[in-house]
C-alpha cells in the first residue's frame, strides 16, 4: 500500500459512509456507488457531534485506478456485482476487504480476487440518514483477518489505520472462526425479530425465549460438525450477551423487511442450511425461519 493512493469504499449504505467519513481525517478516500455527488457526507459520533465530510462520491467508471486498497461494504447479495462493476476500471492486484454479514461471499472472492483479500467482522452500530448522513450509533470492535490466516501484515496496517480513525481494529488469524459466530449471532436474532417485527430485547420474553433456545441448539450440533470452535462460555451464553447489549434494537434485518428491501437471509441462514444437509443434520428450526424469511 502506498501513503498517497486513496482507500476506495465501494457501497455507500452506513458502514460506506461510516468508514468514509471516519477514513477521510487520515488519509484520501473515495466513496463509490451507483451515483455521483458532490454534495458532502454527515456524519453524527455517538457523542452527538455533527462532522461535515466532503468525501468525494463517484461510480465505479470514474474511480481512481490504482486504489491502496478497496473495502467492498456492500450487503452480502450486492456484493459480487458491485465488485464486478468496479474491477474492470481499476488494478486487478488491489488488495481488497470484504465487510459483508454472513459466510456467503467471503471463501469465493477470496479464491477469486487477484489482489490479497481479507475479510472483516464488526460490531460498530451505524444506520443511514437521508441521502447523505450517517450516525455512528455505538462504538464496536472489528477484527481483519485472512481465511487461512494469511496477509498479516496488510491486516495490521489496516487495522492500524482503522484504530487511529476512530474505529478500534484489530488483525487476526481466525477471520472465519469469528464470521461463523457472528453467523450464528445473527441467524438466532435477525429472522426472529424480522418475522414478529420486535425489538432485539423481546427474544427474552415468552415465547421468544423457547424459540431462540430451540434455534440455538440446532445451531450448536451443525457448529461443531462444521468445526467451528463454541466461544468462551458457549453459543448460547454469547447469544444471550448479544441480545442483552442490543435489546433495543431494531436488527438490521427487521430494518429490511419493513423498508421493503432484500434481506440476508441467504447469506445468514443459507450457509447454515447447506452445512445441515452436509453433515445430515435435522434443522426444522432454521428451515421454518428459511422458509418464514423474505430473501
Ligand atoms: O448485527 C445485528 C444486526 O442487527 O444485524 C445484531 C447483532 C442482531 C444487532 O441488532
Known amino acids: 500500500m502506498t501513503e498517497a493512493a486513496p482507500w476506495l469504499i465501494l457501497g455507500p449504505g452506513a458502514l460506506g459512509r461510516l468508514l468514509a467519513c471516519r477514513l477521510d481525517s487520515r488519509m484520501r478516500t473515495v466513496l463509490v456507488g451507483r451515483r455521483a455527488s458532490t454534495r458532502p457526507l454527515h456524519l453524527c459520533t455517538p457523542e452527538g ?53 454472513g459466510f456467503r461471499v467471503q471463501e469465493p472472492l477470496t479464491r477469486c480476487w487477484q489482489g490479497q483479500v481479507l475479510c472483516a467482522t464488526t460490531t460498530e452500530g451505524a444506520y443511514t440518514q437521508g441521502e447523505d448522513g450517517v450516525v455512528h450509533a455505538g462504538h464496536g470492535h472489528t477484527f481483519i483477518g485472512h481465511l487461512d490466516g494469511r496477509h498479516r501484515d496488510l491486516a495490521t496496517q489496516i487495522a492500524t489505520v482503522l484504530s487511529r480513525a476512530g474505529l478500534a481494529a484489530t488483525p487476526c488469524d481466525d477471520i472465519r472462526q469469528r464470521l461463523w459466530h457472528k453467523l450464528a449471532v445473527n441467524a438466532a436474532i435477525n429472522p426472529l425479530v424480522a418475522r414478529y ?43 444471550w450477551k448479544v441480545i442483552e447489549a442490543t435489546a433495543t434494537n431494531r436488527a438490521s434485518m427487521l ?41
Open 49 to 101: 457531534k455533527m462532522m461535515r465530510c466532503a468525501i468525494p462520491r463517484v461510480t465505479a467508471s470514474q474511480a481512481p485506478r490504482q486504489p491502496a486498497v478497496v473495502h467492498l461494504t456492500t450487503k452480502a447479495h450486492a456484493a459480487e456485482q458491485a465488485l464486478a462493476s468496479l474491477a474492470a476500471h481499476i488494478d486487478p492486484a488491489t488488495p481488497l476487504v470484504l465487510w459483508q454479514n
Open 197 to 239: 417485527r420486535i425489538r432485539n430485547g423481546q427474544l427474552r420474553d415468552r415465547p421468544f425465549r423457547g424459540m431462540v433456545a430451540a434455534i440455538v441448539d440446532e445451531l450448536t450440533l451443525i457448529m461443531q460438525a462444521e468445526g467451528i470452535a463454541p466461544p468462551e462460555g458457549g453459543w448460547e451464553a454469547m447469544i
Open 255 to 295: 430494518q429490511d423487511v419493513l423498508a421493503d428491501r432484500p434481506t440476508e437471509r441467504d447469506a445468514i441462514l443459507g450457509p447454515l442450511l447447506e452445512a445441515a444437509g452436509r453433515h445430515g443434520i435435522a434443522a426444522p428450526r432454521l428451515d421454518a425461519l428459511w422458509e418464514n424469511t423474505p430473501g
